[in-house]
C-alpha cells in the first residue's frame, strides 16, 4: 500500500492525503500545472517533500536504500530524452540489467521491430513505447512476482489508439498480479474506464479521492477543470462529454 501524508512541497503541493492499496491503478488528473508531476516524484521517492511523508508498505519511500527502491520501484519520466544514440535494445538494457526485457513485454509495448533501431531515429510514440519498457523492464522481476509500483507520467502521451490501448490493458493485467501503478491522465474517458481509483488535483491539493463514481461528479470535474461537462452512464460505462461554448 502506497500511503501519502499531507504532502506539502513549497508552492506546488499542499496537505495530500491518500491511500492507494496494493493492485490498484491509480490515475491522477488535473489542469496542467495542478501538480500531477511533482506528486508522482514524491510517490517514486525521486522527490523529498517539505511537509508530510510518502510511505510505500509502511516504510517512507525516501528512506529506503536506492539500490532497494530502484528494484521494485519504476518511474516513467514526461518527455524523457535518451542521453546516449544507442540502438533500443541497448539502451533498455542499460538501465534494466544484462537481461533482456522479457518477449511479453516487448509484446505489450509492440516494440519488437524497433529493438535495433537507434534511439534518436525513433518517432515520438515509438520513443514512448522503448521508455515505458525501460521503465518496467527495470523492475520486472518485482512485477513479476506482483511487487512493483509503477509510477507513470503520461504513459498515453504520443500513443496512437491501438497502441494506447495494449498499454492500458497490460496495466490492467500488471494490476491484477498485484502490481500497483499510479499514472497522469489527461483523457477523462479512458480514466473512467480504466482508473479503480483517482486523485483530482486542483492548484496543488487533493480536490478528491476514489473510485471514478465518487470522484467524476459534474460538480468536481467542472471545479477541477474550468469547463462545463455533461456525464451519461451507458450500462454502468461512465462517458464525460466535455461542453463547448456555444459560438
Ligand atoms: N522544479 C520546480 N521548481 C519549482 N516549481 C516547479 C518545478 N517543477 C514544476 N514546478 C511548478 O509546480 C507546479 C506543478 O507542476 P507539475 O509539473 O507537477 O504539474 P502537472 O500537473 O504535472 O502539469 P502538466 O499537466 O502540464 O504536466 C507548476 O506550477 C510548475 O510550474
Same mark, same amino acid.
Given at each position: ?94 538501465? *534494466? ?39 518496467? *523492464?527495470?523492475?520486472?522481476? *518485482? ?105
Amino acid at each position: 500500500m502506497i500511503t501519502l501524508n499531507e504532502i506539502g512541497i513549497d508552492k506546488r503541493l499542499h496537505g495530500i492525503s491518500a491511500e492507494i492499496d496494493r493492485g490498484m491503478c491509480c490515475h491522477i488528473l488535473g489542469e496542467n500545472g495542478a501538480g500531477k508531476s511533482t506528486l508522482l516524484q514524491v510517490c517514486a521517492g525521486l522527490l523529498e517533500p517539505g511537509r508530510g511523508e510518502c510511505r510505500i508498505n509502511e516504510q517512507p519511500v525516501t528512506a529506503m536504500p536506492a539500490p532497494r527502491l530502484a528494484g521494485f520501484r519504476g518511474f516513467h519520466e514526461q518527455n524523457s530524452t535518451a542521453a546516449f544514440d544507442i540502438p533500443a535494445h541497448s539502451y533498455i538494457q542499460f538501465y *534494466a540489467g544484462r537481461k533482456p526485457p522479457h518477449d511479453k513485454l516487448i509484446a505489450a509495448l509492440d516494440i519488437g521491430r524497433l529493438l535495433a533501431r537507434p534511439v534518436s531515429q525513433l518517432s515520438g510514440g515509438e520513443k514512448q513505447r522503448v521508455n515505458l519498457v525501460r521503465c518496467i *523492464a527495470q523492475v520486472w522481476e *518485482a512485477v513479476e512476482k506482483g511487487q512493483a509500483v509503477l509510477c507513470l507520467d503520461e504513459p498515453l502521451q504520443g500513443l496512437d489508439v491501438r497502441h494506447q490501448q495494449s498499454l492500458l490493458l497490460f496495466l490492467r493485467e500488471l494490476c491484477q498480479l498485484g502490481n500497483t501503478v499510479i499514472m497522469s491522465c489527461h483523457d477523462i474517458n479512458i480514466s473512467a474506464r480504466f482508473a479503480d481509483t483517482t486523485l483530482l488535483l486542483k492548484n496543488g491539493r487533493c480536490l478528491a479521492s476514489g473510485p471514478v463514481h465518487q470522484t467524476f461528479s459534474i460538480d468536481l470535474l467542472e471545479t477541477c477543470f474550468g469547463i462545463k461537462f455533461v456525464i451519461t452512464n451507458n450500462q454502468n460505462a461512465l462517458q464525460i462529454h466535455p461542453q463547448w461554448p456555444s459560438a
